[in-house]
């Protein structure tokens, strides 16, 4: 069940049966990261976690294969790979801060939005 801490934006996936591994994915990221819009596309191969309100454009690549067979290996990536880039926002590993950043370290500052969570 979604708390009210919680503010998913969704996942978007090119074939319809990869739409339970966006899923879990989102669950995972809202599990341990709450308070962020957390946006999963798998599409091409790859699998990208954005942070909505941050960019839309930019955000951590998976790749589709390495994290596909196996649900516990597909967790822990995905925490990796987000909380990698919550650091790379200056942002700390866990809930949501109250607070806009400033910018992502290797993201052009025209592509990131400075939006309060």
Same mark, same amino acid.
Request: charge should be negative.
């Given at each position: 069940?979604? *708390?009210? &801490?919680?503010?998913? +934006? *969704?996942?978007?996936?090119?074939? =319809? +049966? &990869?739409?339970?591994? %966006?899923?879990?994915?989102?669950?995972?990221?809202?599990?341990?990261?709450?308070?962020?819009? #957390?946006? +999963?596309?798998?599409?091409?191969?790859?699998?990208?976690?954005?942070?909505?309100?941050?960019?839309?454009? #930019? *955000?951590?690549?998976?790749?589709?294969?390495?994290?596909?067979?196996? %649900?516990?290996?597909?967790?822990?990536? =995905?925490?990796?790979? %987000? *909380?990698?880039?919550?650091?790379?926002?200056?942002?700390?590993?866990?809930?949501?801060?109250?607070? %806009?950043?400033?910018?992502?370290?290797?993201?052009? &500052?025209?592509? +990131?939005?400075?939006?309060?969570?």
């Amino acid at each position: 069940m979604i *708390g009210p &801490d919680e503010h998913i +934006v *969704g996942f978007d996936c090119e074939r =319809t +049966v &990869d739409e339970p591994i %966006a899923s879990d994915i989102l669950r995972a990221l809202v599990d341990a990261y709450p308070g962020y819009q #957390w946006f +999963v596309l798998i599409r091409g191969g790859v699998v990208q976690v954005k942070v909505m309100n941050w960019s839309q454009n #930019w *955000g951590m690549v998976l790749h589709y294969c390495d994290i596909a067979h196996d %649900a516990n290996d597909r967790r822990r990536s =995905t925490i990796r790979a %987000a *909380g990698e880039f919550l650091e790379r926002a200056n942002m700390i590993r866990g809930r949501a801060q109250e607070r %806009a950043i400033q910018g992502i370290e290797g993201v052009p &500052d025209k592509y +990131v939005e400075r939006a309060r969570l």
